[in-house]
């Protein structure tokens, strides 16, 4: 059974940081792509970055470049989302995916697995 776990979401004021984990478990995590998408009441999910199966290549939604890293620890079957000068249009539930043998730019519907999610909201 293949399973996602997010965690380290929570409130934070605008301009802190938050870092969110996933841990993967019931897959070869190395063989997969690691995403993060969010989203946001009445909004679609949107994607927010991703990882290539061999971490060496990374992808970033514009709205976040220069302020979120996606990291991988296949060693822990661990995706990291390192979020920094957070913003309060950054509220919302964010998800870990995972996509097989992706490069880190496969679209939201090639994406086989998916977390519950965790909840980030920023407050102004």
């Known amino acids: 059974q293949v399973q996602l776990v997010e965690s380290g979401g929570g409130l934070v004021q605008a301009g802190g940081s938050l870092r969110l984990s996933c841990a993967a478990s019931g897959l070869t995590f190395s063989t997969y792509a690691m995403g993060w998408f969010r989203q946001a009441p009445r909004k679609e999910r949107e994607f927010v970055a991703a990882?290539?199966?061999?971490?060496?290549?990374?992808n970033y939604a514009d709205s976040v470049k220069g302020r979120f890293t996606i990291s991988r620890d296949n060693a822990k079957n661990t995706v990291y989302l390192q979020m920094n000068s957070l913003k309060p249009e950054d509220t919302a539930v964010y998800y870990c995916a995972a996509v097989i043998y992706g490069l880190g730019h496969s679209p939201i519907e090639e994406y086989n697995y998916w977390g519950q999610g965790t909840q980030v909201t920023v407050s102004s």
């Open positions: 990882i290539s199966w061999s971490g060496g290549i990374t």
